[in-house]
């Protein structure tokens, strides 16, 4: 299995230790091919807010040397990994940096069809609180990406690094993580015969009525062209 993680913090700390878990346990019934990226060293500028990638195409991103290899990583996998430490309630700003810098293929832009047959699995931690909110940053960019399968693995650890959880807690999610390695795994192999997500299909429809009219940015509207979906071709 293929499995592309973008870590939202350069800490192996107790989000890195969670991720962790689940590759390991994935790596013992299977052969893994695992790359990481970590944030910021990996990433490390700012969305300028150019438009450049929208309207002439993600080539012409001032960052695209660090933007594309990263692409490239979540097109060849199989399992997509996002992980964040909850920061301010919210997800660590390198990583919504990141997360910025690849709204050109949202569905709402240019989808990539790479990405339609993928498992996606957010990983957050936190002293207390935040969670829901921080899934839902990374969620919705797997969503909007148009990954098949999404799972989230939410902890509560209430402690500054992974030394400080105590024995109970990390067993505990030493056992959720084997249950979510067990469930990832058989998405992955059961990719193409899962069901469609219904929010893709919806999302995909309207886009393209947007698409039909769109004189407003050629670039994305050739791209739905390229792919014949505006003359009836369905990627799903
Ligand atoms: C800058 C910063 C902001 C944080 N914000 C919150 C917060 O809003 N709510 C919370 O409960 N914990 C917060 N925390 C605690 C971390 O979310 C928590 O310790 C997390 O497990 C750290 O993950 P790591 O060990 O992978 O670095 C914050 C920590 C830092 C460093």
Known sequence: MKITVINGTMRHGSTWHCKNLLVEKIAQWEETQVREFYLPKDMADFCSGCFSCFLKGEDSCPQSDQIQPIVAALEEADLVILTSPVYGLDVSGQLKALLDHLCFMWLSHRPNPKMFNKVGISFATTAGAGLAHTTKTMQNSLKFWGVKKRFASKQRVAAMKWSDIPEKKR??????????????????????????????????????????????????????????????????
């Open 171 to 236: 067993s505990q999610i030493e056992k959720e993580m084997a249950q979510l390695a067990k469930k990832a795994t058989a998405s992955v192999a059961n990719i193409e015969h899962s069901t469609a997500p219904l929010f893709r299909k919806m999302m995909f429809k309207m886009m393209k009525q947007a698409m039909i009219k769109n004189d407003w940015n050629p670039t994305d509207r050739n791209h739905w062209e390229a792919h014949g979906w505006l003359n009836g071709t369905k990627p799903f």
